[in-house]
């Protein structure tokens, strides 16, 4: 191969930033794990079917291992007992890792204000995007993984997210 043409490599070389390349990667492949407790479950099945299709955004390999997701998809109700295991499988994902809250329970506890209902997930878990409705359509899911993406554009990759600021109630 003659190299001493220099249009050979006219179209082979690109030039730009790690953290763009590392960035593009993890917005075009985020494995949510869900953790579905009720009908909000039900729609994010609904946007993970070919109708809605989630995997247009790079989030179609669901995980069943909170080891090999980046992407906690809370969606339903969650009472006192389940804390301490959502927190748990949080703990388990590793760095960087995003949180969504799916539905009023998720996010507020919905219309559920008894002794039993977390009223809302941030105070287990760091939340990065909310997602309103009872239940919410999937339209709103997967607006909440384009916003996930868009906030992934915004953090360096060399250097580890910052939750110090946040302290949850399981938290010592």
């Not at 247009?56 to 291992?65: D, P, T």
């Amino acid at each position: 191969m003659d190299l001493s043409n220099s249009h050979l490599l006219d179209d082979a070389v690109v030039c730009t930033k790690v953290d763009a390349v590392i960035n593009w990667g993890r917005q075009s492949s985020l494995w949510p794990f869900v953790f579905g407790t009720a009908c909000c479950a039900i729609e994010f099945m609904a946007t993970a079917a070919s109708r809605y299709d989630i995997s247009r955004f790079g989030a179609e390999v669901l995980r069943f291992s909170p080891r090999h997701a980046d992407l906690l998809v809370v969606a339903g109700t969650v009472s006192y007992k389940q804390a301490p295991i959502l927190k748990q499988i949080y703990d388990q994902m590793p760095e960087p890792k995003w949180v969504v809250a799916v539905g009023a329970c998720a996010s507020t506890g919905g219309f559920y204000d008894n002794y039993t209902t977390l009223q809302g997930i941030d105070e287990i878990v760091p939340v990065d995007v909310y997602v309103a409705g009872c239940p919410p359509r999937p339209e709103g899911i997967l607006d909440a993984v384009v916003q996930i993406q868009k906030q992934l554009w915004r953090e360096p990759t060399l250097k580890l997210r910052d939750h110090s600021g946040f302290k949850g109630k399981l938290d010592e």
